[in-house]
């Protein structure tokens, strides 16, 4: 995006069209000449006019206008576009008019964010209490309408306060407001329909819900790995056209090898079961039950299931992994690009916001430190310097547009100042001096891990010889376990090191280590598994918390670290395909509940070949009769059931022969869904996993370190270059320059795949910005 309206330029129509000074005096560069026509004709400087003033007022018919809010317009409107960089949002959504900004800010809150969320998960969890309704959670119809509609509601004023700036034309642009705007009409008026009649209806609508969730904001991931599976459907539909295919051959070669014979009429009697059956042997679900009938006839009829498994099976569905793979890792790739370059632009359109008459091409310090008041409020006064010196590579003492692309870097860094040599207890009184220095010492001795990994080990084989010896009672077994002398000695002496550590490094360096938080909580847990068992000998559940001390011993291993760490960079991606199969589970089991509610499977498929599997008797039962959708909780175990696929056909097949055979559709559906959605998951696992192995080979620890944390050393000359201002002066120098003229500061990165991404493809990215910026200069 290269054009952009800015607020101030429909604020003053008649008497002025102007900008105002900023609290140094300097004008906001306008696209506008800075000779402007007064009330009288006049044309007049404003850079004169003003003289520095900030308590002058602009009249525009009965509208007044503080000269300060021009500026402070401008910080807002360009912390809205590095926001929108941030998120990956659309520059089309951004507000053109000041009247518009009111409702955007009111959408582009924590408390609306909160809202919206909460609202989203109401009407999910609806479902819990509408017809047909978990028993104890049913609510009278009623109620959960009115709840409904509330809910409705809610959402429903965000996208009202959304058009108030986006508009419709910008609004039927943009496919996933218009899909939330349309499944929001239908539930309005479904929610009537329900309400007036006091009874519900089929209402496959509610599986559209979901909808709403996904579109909060805290869910930007799941709408990326949303994209991503789209992204990826063309060559798994590829993939799918081609098993098919063969799945069809081997089908019609099947009925016409296998019809004849009487012992497996119920696989191949007509070509559709032939069909159906073929394709559950693809999950192998019903192998080798579909197979031995004709292997009895014929020891050679083997080799038509052989070959169909070997070829289907084995080699076209692992292909489609490779191949999901491979598209998978050019979606990251390019997904990475665009995102780097969108952020870019939106740096491009704030930096325009911030110049002034007197310094048109570079930003000063004062506009730097008003935009981030808006994009990073909980940046105090001195982050903002220690950030505005790390931006200003050249030294000048304002940035360049070059210099402000690595601002969302800067913000996303903590900066802390290096004290040399200076530990966390030196404040303190001399005796916890003492305490905490002899503590250092300890931890600091080279023998001091390896002594708690022998501990460690001592302590498995401990639970292994507890586990092997016999006791009377559960509760004997697992006092002895959880809560014997042995446990309490461990647990003792990884007090004792979570103890020492704490007081050696302090809190925040302690916790600052994921496997010291780690042994923290697993070391609480084992005290609390302790007093608890005493009390409450019944209360089995706290014995998980020894055997996952064990845990840390695989940081010993170099393999294991690499897969610990490839599980923490995947964790958000994890995070949004369980989100993702939670939501595809919710689709499915609404339309389950709507299709096969109120059907009894008890002795359903008498005189089929899943009798036994349905057979309900007082003495003995089948207790797949038990897979059903009556409500929402139990279609859910239903579903999962499917998709662990063991058996998922006698499941298909009882409602085949109990509803209608179509109704096969709907469980090959949900197969293939899942199908789908599971092999994108593991090829994002290989593809991070590949990524991280490449990573390590390419960089070294030293590089390592230096990709994480950057050094800058902030002089007292520097902050009078930046701060014009002679109070903001003696505060700084006040609370941070006392008795020195430099100080330097660390800043950290956080170790995600964001930041390994920009080690990665750092030779790509400087082509990318070559790229972009001759873009810029053709344009």
Same mark, same amino acid.
Not at 724 to 742: C, I, N
């Given at each position: 995006?290269?054009?952009?309206?800015?607020?101030?330029?429909?604020?003053?129509?008649?008497?002025?069209?102007?900008?105002?000074?900023?609290?140094?005096?300097?004008?906001?560069?306008?696209?506008?000449?800075?000779?402007?026509?007064?009330?009288?004709?006049?044309?007049?400087?404003?850079?004169?006019?003003?003289?520095?003033?900030?308590?002058?007022?602009?009249?525009?018919? #009965?509208?007044?206008?503080?000269?300060?809010?021009?500026?402070?317009?401008?910080?807002?409107?360009?912390?809205?576009?590095?926001?929108?960089?941030?998120?990956?949002?659309?520059?089309?959504?951004?507000?053109?008019?000041?009247?518009?900004?009111?409702?955007?800010?009111?959408?582009?809150?924590?408390?609306?964010?909160?809202?919206?969320?909460?609202?989203?998960?109401?009407?999910?969890?609806?479902?819990?209490?509408?017809?047909? !309704?978990?028993?104890?959670?049913?609510? &009278?119809?009623?109620?959960?309408?009115?709840?409904?509609?509330?809910?409705?509601?809610?959402?429903?004023?965000?996208? !009202?306060?959304?058009?108030?700036?986006? /508009?419709?034309?910008?609004?039927?642009?943009?496919?996933?407001? @218009?899909?939330?705007?349309?499944?929001?009409?239908?539930?309005?008026?479904?929610?009537?329909?329900?309400?007036?009649?006091?009874?519900?209806?089929?209402?496959?609508?509610?599986?559209?819900?979901?909808?709403?969730?996904?579109?909060?904001?805290?869910?930007?991931?799941?709408?990326?790995?949303?994209?991503?599976?789209?992204?990826?459907?063309?060559?798994?539909?590829?993939?799918? %056209?081609?098993?098919?295919?063969?799945?069809?051959?081997?089908?019609?070669?099947?009925?016409?090898?296998?019809?004849?014979?009487? #012992?497996?009429?119920?696989?191949?009697?007509?070509?559709?079961?032939?069909?159906?059956?073929?394709?559950?042997?693809?999950?192998?679900?019903?192998?080798?039950?579909?197979?031995?009938?004709?292997?009895?006839?014929?020891?050679?009829?083997?080799?038509?299931?052989?070959?169909?498994?070997?070829?289907?099976?084995?080699?076209?569905? =692992?292909?489609?992994?490779?191949?999901?793979?491979?598209?998978?890792?050019?979606?990251?790739?390019?997904?990475?690009?665009?995102?780097?370059?969108?952020?870019?632009? !939106?740096?491009?359109?704030?930096?325009?916001?911030?110049?002034?008459?007197?310094?048109?091409?570079? @930003?000063?310090?004062?506009?730097?430190?008003?935009?981030?008041?808006?994009?990073?409020?909980?940046?105090?006064?001195?982050?903002?310097?220690? +950030?505005?010196?790390?931006?200003?590579?050249?030294?000048?003492?304002?940035?360049?547009?070059?210099?402000?692309?690595?601002?969302?870097?800067?913000? +996303?860094?903590?900066?802390?100042?290096?004290?040399?040599?200076?530990?966390?207890?030196?404040?303190?009184?001399?005796?916890?001096?003492?305490?905490?220095?002899?503590?250092?010492?300890?931890?600091?001795?080279?023998?001091?891990?390896? *002594?708690?990994?022998?501990?460690?080990?001592?302590?498995?084989?401990?639970?292994?010889?507890?586990?092997?010896?016999?006791?009377?009672?559960?509760?004997?077994?697992?006092?002895?376990?959880?809560?014997?002398?042995?446990?309490?000695?461990?647990?003792?002496?990884?007090?004792?090191?979570?103890?020492?550590?704490?007081?050696?490094? /302090?809190?925040?360096?302690?916790?600052?280590?994921?496997? =010291?938080?780690?042994?923290?909580?697993?070391?609480?847990?084992?005290? *609390?598994?302790?007093?608890?068992?005493?009390?409450?000998?019944?209360?089995?559940?706290?014995? $998980?918390?020894?055997?996952?001390?064990?845990?840390?011993?695989?940081?010993?291993?170099?393999?294991?670290?690499?897969?610990?760490?490839?599980?923490?960079?995947?964790? &958000?991606?994890?995070?949004?395909?369980?989100?993702?199969?939670?939501?595809?589970?919710?689709?499915?089991?609404?339309?389950? +509940?709507?299709?096969?509610?109120?059907?009894?499977?008890?002795?359903?498929?008498?005189?089929?070949?899943?009798?036994?599997?349905?057979?309900?008797?007082?003495?003995?039962? /089948?207790?797949?009769?038990?897979?059903?959708?009556?409500?929402?909780?139990?279609?859910?175990?239903?579903?999962?059931?499917?998709?662990?696929?063991?058996?998922?056909?006698?499941? @298909?097949?009882?409602?085949?022969?109990?509803?209608?055979?179509?109704?096969?559709?709907?469980?090959?559906?949900?197969?293939?869904?899942? +199908?789908?959605?599971?092999? *994108?998951?593991?090829?994002?696992?290989?593809?991070?996993?590949?990524?991280?192995?490449?990573?390590?080979?390419?960089?070294?620890?030293? #590089?390592?370190?230096?990709?994480?944390?950057?050094?800058?050393? %902030?002089?007292?000359?520097?902050?009078?270059?930046? $701060?014009?201002?002679?109070?903001?002066?003696?505060?700084?120098?006040? #609370?941070?320059?006392?008795?020195?003229?430099?100080?330097?500061?660390?800043?950290?990165?956080?170790?995600?795949?964001?930041?390994?991404?920009?080690?990665?493809?750092?030779?790509?990215?400087?082509?990318?910005?070559?790229?972009? !910026?001759? *873009?810029?200069?053709?344009?």
């Amino acid at each position: 995006m290269t054009d952009y309206s800015r607020f101030e330029d429909d604020i003053i129509v008649n008497s002025y069209h102007a900008q105002s000074p900023n609290r140094n005096g300097d004008v906001p560069l306008s696209i506008n000449d800075s000779a402007i026509p007064n009330e009288d004709g006049e044309n007049i400087d404003l850079r004169n006019h003003f003289d520095g003033r900030l308590d002058v007022i602009f009249s525009d018919g #009965d509208r007044r206008i503080d000269v300060n809010q021009f500026w402070e317009m401008n910080y807002h409107e360009a912390s809205i576009f590095l926001e929108e960089g941030e998120n990956n949002e659309k520059f089309d959504s951004h507000p053109h008019e000041p009247e518009a900004l009111p409702a955007y800010l009111l959408v582009h809150n924590d408390w609306y964010y909160g809202m919206d969320l909460a609202t989203s998960l109401v009407l999910i969890v609806l479902a819990f209490a509408e017809d047909p !309704a978990t028993p104890p959670f049913e609510m &009278p119809v009623a109620l959960h309408s009115i709840i409904e509609l509330f809910a409705l509601a809610v959402i429903g004023l965000g996208l !009202a306060l959304k058009l108030r700036w986006m /508009g419709w034309l910008t609004i039927l642009k943009h496919k996933r407001t @218009m899909l939330k705007c349309i499944t929001l009409t239908i539930m309005i008026v479904e929610a009537f329909v329900v309400l007036i009649r006091q009874t519900s209806h089929f209402r496959v609508s509610r599986a559209l819900r979901p909808i709403f969730l996904v579109d909060t904001h805290y869910l930007g991931g799941v709408r990326r790995f949303i994209r991503q599976i789209l992204q990826s459907l063309p060559p798994i539909f590829d993939m799918l %056209l081609l098993i098919f295919f063969f799945v069809t051959v081997y089908s019609v070669l099947g009925y016409y090898l296998f019809k004849s014979t009487t #012992d497996v009429h119920n696989h191949f009697d007509t070509l559709f079961n032939s069909f159906v059956n073929m394709f559950v042997l693809l999950t192998t679900a019903n192998f080798p039950d579909i197979m031995m009938p004709a292997y009895s006839k014929s020891k050679w009829y083997s080799l038509f299931f052989i070959s169909y498994l070997c070829i289907v099976l084995y080699l076209l569905m =692992n292909l489609m992994l490779a191949v999901v793979y491979e598209t998978f890792t050019s979606i990251e790739r390019d997904k990475f690009r665009k995102l780097l370059l969108h952020k870019r632009q !939106a740096c491009k359109n704030a930096f325009k916001l911030l110049l002034t008459k007197e310094n048109p091409n570079q @930003m000063e310090f004062p506009q730097f430190e008003g935009v981030m008041r808006y994009y990073a409020p909980k940046k105090g006064n001195r982050d903002l310097l220690v +950030m505005f010196r790390y931006l200003n590579t050249s030294g000048t003492g304002s940035l360049t547009i070059e210099e402000f692309y690595g601002i969302y870097d800067s913000v +996303m860094m903590t900066w802390q100042p290096q004290a040399i040599d200076t530990p966390w207890y030196f404040t303190a009184s001399p005796a916890v001096q003492r305490i905490c220095q002899t503590a250092n010492s300890i931890i600091s001795w080279p023998y001091f891990d390896h *002594i708690f990994y022998v501990l460690t080990t001592l302590n498995g084989i401990a639970m292994i010889e507890r586990g092997m010896q016999s006791y009377p009672s559960l509760q004997t077994s697992v006092l002895a376990f959880s809560a014997g002398w042995d446990t309490c000695f461990f647990l003792a002496c990884f007090t004792l090191e979570v103890a020492l550590k704490t007081l050696g490094m /302090g809190l925040e360096r302690y916790f600052s280590s994921g496997w =010291n938080l780690y042994d923290f909580v697993v070391t609480l847990g084992g005290l *609390i598994a302790v007093i608890s068992l005493r009390l409450f000998p019944d209360f089995v559940y706290v014995v $998980v918390f020894r055997p996952l001390k064990l845990l840390r011993l695989f940081k010993l291993k170099k393999r294991y670290r690499d897969i610990i760490g490839t599980m923490a960079i995947l964790s &958000p991606l994890i995070k949004s395909a369980g989100c993702v199969m939670l939501v595809m589970y919710y689709f499915f089991a609404i339309i389950g +509940m709507e299709l096969f509610a109120g059907y009894d499977m008890r002795n359903c498929c008498n005189g089929t070949n899943i009798e036994t599997y349905y057979k309900y008797t007082p003495d003995k039962s /089948g207790y797949y009769y038990l897979n059903t959708f009556p409500n929402l909780a139990v279609s859910l175990v239903t579903l999962f059931e499917l998709t662990v696929v063991n058996n998922w056909f006698v499941v @298909m097949n009882g409602y085949a022969t109990k509803v209608h055979a179509a109704s096969r559709a709907y469980f090959v559906l949900f197969y293939l869904f899942t +199908m789908v959605v599971l092999t *994108i998951v593991v090829a994002s696992v290989l593809e991070a996993f590949r990524f991280r192995i490449q990573y390590k080979k390419q960089t070294t620890k030293r #590089d390592e370190e230096k990709l994480l944390h950057e050094e800058i050393e %902030l002089k007292w000359e520097d902050v009078m270059n930046y $701060v014009k201002d002679f109070q903001a002066l003696q505060k700084y120098r006040s #609370d941070m320059f006392v008795g020195v003229g430099k100080i330097s500061f660390l800043g950290s990165r956080p170790r995600n795949r964001q930041v390994l991404q920009r080690r990665m493809y750092r030779h790509e990215i400087e082509q990318w910005m070559q790229e972009a !910026a001759a *873009i810029d200069k053709r344009l």
